[in-house]
């Protein structure tokens, strides 16, 4: 039993140091080392539902992309900038599963322990869908734009649960920093992720 706490209790830590998902692509056979300065571009319409459309958020996602981007040697620049970065911001209804178990026995004793893992009563321990939860699902997209050919370089994208607007604009600089974090030059300030996002 206390094998199994300590388990939940370390899954718990891990999920609040990674409760939103990265992804990035990019043009492969690119080098992205003599890009030095940079500029911003309009964000893109948001499709946010409000959760991000605001003076608020806007500044919060510029201020933390700004950072980051500074620690990779970049420099903000308006006058004939290398890279044109733009951002947009994301929220989808979504549902999801919801497990319950422990009251059904199935054929063959509690939990099913005489049924095959094939069975249609098996459900891994007892525990089977019950319902479905609908929940919000936020991401927020940044691409870098070749000002020379005006064509999209490099994109990433963070992801994760939205429980509110209010905490969903206070974790949005996290957000901003995990994306930019993708850019492919490395970092040249000596700060590690885990110290600026607490973890």
Request: proline share 5%; glycine share 8%.
């Amino acid at each position: 039993m206390k094998k199994i706490l300590l388990f939940l209790v370390l899954c718990i830590a891990l999920a609040s140091c990674s409760s939103y998902q990265y992804n990035t692509t990019r043009v492969e056979k690119m080098d992205f080392t003599p890009f030095k300065t940079y500029a911003w571009l309009p964000p893109v319409d948001s499709l946010s539902k409000s959760y991000f459309d605001n003076d608020i958020a806007k500044t919060n996602i510029l201020d933390a992309a700004n950072t980051a981007l500074e620690a990779k040697g970049l420099q903000y620049s308006k006058d004939n900038p290398d890279l044109l970065f733009r951002y947009i911001t994301i929220v989808n209804n979504k549902s999801r599963l919801v497990y319950g178990g422990g009251g059904y026995y199935g054929w063959g004793g509690p939990w099913g322990w005489y049924r095959p893992w094939f069975s249609p009563y098996f459900y891994g321990g007892g525990y089977y869908p019950v319902a479905k939860e609908r929940y919000r699902y936020g991401h927020l997209i940044i691409e870098a734009i070749d000002r020379k050919t005006n064509a999209v370089i490099w994109q990433a994208r963070g992801s994760g649960d939205v429980d509110n607007p209010e905490k969903a604009i206070n974790n949005i600089s996290k957000v901003a920093k995990g994306v930019i974090d993708l850019f492919p030059v490395k970092t040249v300030k000596n700060k590690t992720a885990r110290q600026q996002n607490g973890c």
